[in-house]
């Protein structure tokens, strides 16, 4: 089985496309042929050592395929069941791999593979922070939510999601094309901050309240701004590096711009049982299903070709989703 391996910390060009033995599933397992695989952030943290893992260790953390064969104790999966997953342990950028079952989900016949591939990890990520990662005043419709990164493959799906829930999301991106595509996802508004600061936007698109939640992605570059455009007692969720992660601050910061709360998110916290697993792809699945959220998918290579995929999004210069195609 060709699966691409990470030997040492670095650049995409330490990815290499390496043949790896894959045998049948043990207790708690299942064997999963993919059809589609989610490139992510994640990913490029694992390999540039942001997030050590150990080495050498198979990179990639979300996939679609259908299920060739369950270990012993396996109720919720059969061979042939479609099915997709965003969770540990890497592994994903491969043609079969095994699979803890644990976290491993049922995928309705209407949601394709590459949809689901593109959409897995970015859109349970956008259902715990929309759902699960409130400010203490929580959200209702009409409010407005900063998000970064609005026209990224999280960003996109964030739109929509937004959107159907009744909130106003203004998204940040780094030209007009990409606002355009933001609001074009469903972005009440669209802020370049490249030619724009996205802080004073933010107060004049509000009327000078500011937002009861940032949704950052970004990290060091945009944090000390995020806190800025927020209300009092608003709610900072950090969930990325995309820019390097956030140096060091001193709490006592939060006090004077308003008894702020910050938190830093991930989503494999939410994952911690199959249940709570199932359930969030459930609500991903229905919002899928209906139409409300579609992923944009701009560009598929095939595996041998992942360099090139992570050059791709460290460049930021893509938008939306990019898969894998073993």
Request: proline fraction near 7%; hydrophobic fraction near 40%.
């Amino acid at each position: 089985m060709p699966a691409i391996v990470l030997h040492a910390p670095g650049g995409p060009e330490q990815l290499r496309l390496e043949p790896r033995e894959v045998g049948e599933p043990g207790p708690g397992e299942v064997r999963i042929r993919h059809h589609a695989v989610g490139v992510n952030f994640i990913d490029v943290y694992h390999r540039t050592g942001l997030y050590p893992l150990a080495l050498p260790h198979a990179l990639g953390m979300e996939a679609a395929g259908v299920v060739e064969a369950v270990g012993a104790g396996v109720a919720h999966l059969q061979p042939g069941d479609r099915v997709a997953y965003a969770s540990n342990p890497p592994g994903a950028y491969c043609d079969r791999r095994l699979m803890p079952a644990q976290n491993v989900c049922r995928l309705p016949d209407a949601v394709p593979f590459e949809a689901a591939a593109a959409s897995m990890l970015k859109g349970l990520t956008v259902q715990y922070l929309l759902k699960k990662t409130l400010p203490v005043q929580g959200l209702q419709a009409g409010d407005f939510v900063l998000w970064h990164a609005a026209a990224g493959g999280v960003g996109l799906l964030a739109c929509q999601w937004a959107r159907h829930l009744g909130y106003q999301l203004i998204g940040t991106a780094g030209s007009d094309e990409k606002c355009q595509l933001a609001l074009d996802h469903g972005a009440a508004h669209a802020i370049n901050y490249r030619r724009e600061n996205f802080v004073e936007r933010v107060k004049a698109i509000t009327g000078g309240r500011g937002v009861k939640v940032v949704y950052d992605s970004v990290g060091k570059d945009t944090f000390e701004g995020s806190l800025d455009c927020l209300s009092p007692f608003g709610l900072l969720a950090s969930f990325g590096n995309a820019s390097g992660p956030v140096p060091p601050f001193s709490p006592g910061l939060l006090g004077p711009k308003g008894s702020l709360y910050l938190t830093r998110a991930t989503l494999f916290t939410h994952l911690a049982s199959r249940d709570a697993t199932q359930a969030m792809a459930d609500d991903l699945f229905a919002v899928l299903d209906s139409g409300a959220v579609k992923p944009h998918i701009e560009r598929r290579y095939p595996l041998a070709e992942v360099a090139q995929a992570h050059h791709d999004l460290e460049s930021r210069t893509t938008t939306g989703s990019l898969v894998l195609l073993p």
